[in-house]
């Protein structure tokens, strides 16, 4: 995406400085803020196509920050940036709704990899209506394209991770998909803190769905998942 705009949020005045210049020299338009608290009044649904944020924020920390986010937007791909790299802390930014976790140090070409990821698939889904690419689950409607989950009048904007999974998973209805299929085909890559996320977003996904009971995703022990619907016996 040309020109696509950006909110990175970073304490450090010397980082924020460079990444800031790398990404403008790749074409993205580039507001940065120095603490949680600007960030969380600069944001505005729709203004930012991506968002980084650093996890160790003044006035506000990254994950409330995010969290504040998702409550606003639920689609907006969000990426953070810390120094914080025990799993426990990868794994408590992704509940939180974010959808990668980059460890600093990082180098630029590795960030705007993920960037660039990231808006193409944004790129793909904006202006997608529910009959581009739908099918029904369950009670629900699902579009892969639109990454919109609908039950009666409740509309859902996924996450980009979670479109993925939820489409991945659909397309094995009443298989067992090994953990590390799953993996390769989502992630593009099964390494153990990603098998770890893995977890964290099949609860997710297990919330979406809950307002159909008949919509099962079972934990297979040692072997992976299996998404299912049971059959109305009415």
């Not at 705009?5 to 400085?17: A, G």
């Not at 803020?33 to 649904?45: H, I, N, R, T, Y």
């Not at 810390?82 to 959808?99: F, N, V």
Request: net charge neutral; glycine share 6%.
């Amino acid at each position: 995406m040309k020109n696509a705009r950006i909110l990175y949020v970073e304490d450090d005045v010397t980082l924020s400085f460079v990444t800031r210049d790398n990404l403008e020299r790749s074409g993205y338009v580039v507001d940065s803020c120095e603490d949680g608290l600007q960030a969380s009044e600069k944001f505005v649904p729709g203004k930012y196509d991506l968002l980084i944020l650093d996890v160790m924020l003044p006035k506000m920390d990254g994950y409330t920050l995010a969290k504040k986010i998702r409550e606003k937007d639920e689609s907006v791909p969000i990426l953070f940036l810390s120094a914080k790299s025990t799993k426990d802390d990868k794994i408590l930014g992704l509940q939180l709704g974010a959808d990668d976790y980059i460890t600093k140090p990082f180098s630029i070409e590795e960030l705007i990899l993920k960037i660039e990821v990231f808006l193409k698939r944004r790129s793909i889904d904006h202006g997608n209506t529910m009959q581009a690419d739908s099918f029904r689950i369950g009670r629900f409607m699902f579009s892969s394209s639109g990454r919109q989950l609908i039950l009666d009048d409740l509309k859902q904007t996924l996450t980009y991770r979670e479109s993925e999974l939820i489409t991945y998973l659909f397309r094995n209805l009443n298989k067992v998909v090994k953990r590390e299929e799953i993996l390769m085909a989502v992630w593009g890559n099964d390494n153990y803190l990603i098998s770890r996320s893995l977890d964290v977003f099949i609860s997710r996904l297990r919330k979406l769905f809950r307002g159909d009971p008949s919509i099962k995703i079972e934990n297979i022990h040692n072997i992976g998942y299996r998404m299912s619907i049971t059959e109305s016996r009415e």
